[in-house]
């Protein structure tokens, strides 16, 4: 035997480069925000630590995605680059801002006790509001298959009227790649 082939050899650098190929489609794009951290940024949405994220995990019950602990150690929310997508306002909300759709439901008058966004969603306590535009459309974490610890669907909720979806993505770190890539839209 003379060593390995350049058969073996190829088949081993092939292997190799697919498999970081592979891994850096995993990578979360962390340049989702509309300027690079600055004066503003710094003073407004300043980036949060991990005793943050572990206060806002214990008040919202839930593990937030890695992806999420990512980008908001970079920035806490704020406006991103992505225009014309499903983020409503072009902006995500900072981590002290995260509640549940059952809290924010609380604060609306639907008329009557049969009438709220829990009838309409069921357990809107495991749905966190993570972007919104006033009270018509929230981009939610929705936890309701996952469990709390569990990972996350990205939901986009139009709630004018009955509430509805109008977009799903299996993952925060799924949603982040699409948007990245140009392939999220409203429908």
Not at 38 to 47: K, L, S, V
Not at 154 to 175: C, M, N, Q
Request: hydrophobic share 35%; glycine share 8%.
């Amino acid at each position: 035997m003379r060593g390995i082939s350049w058969r073996a050899s190829f088949l081993f650098v092939v292997f190799f480069f697919c498999a970081g190929v592979f891994a850096e489609s995993r990578v979360i794009p962390s340049a989702i925000w509309e300027m690079p951290p600055g004066d503003y940024e710094q003073e407004n949405h300043p980036p949060v630590s991990d005793d943050q994220i572990s206060a806002a995990e214990a008040r919202l019950g839930i593990t937030l995605p890695a992806s999420i602990k990512k980008l908001w150690k970079i920035q806490d929310g704020g406006p991103t680059k992505y225009r014309d997508y499903v983020i409503p306002d072009n902006s995500f909300q900072n981590l002290r801002s995260f509640r549940s759709m059952k809290e924010e439901g609380s604060d609306i008058d639907f008329g009557s006790s049969e009438d709220d966004w829990q009838g309409y969603l069921g357990d809107s306590s495991k749905i966190i509001i993570v972007a919104r535009h006033g009270f018509s459309e929230f981009l939610c974490l929705d936890y309701r298959k996952s469990g709390p610890q569990g990972e996350p669907e990205v939901v986009l909720f139009d709630t004018a009227g009955e509430p509805k979806e109008i977009y799903r993505a299996p993952s925060f770190h799924d949603f982040v790649n699409r948007l990245s890539a140009g392939k999220v839209s409203r429908g």
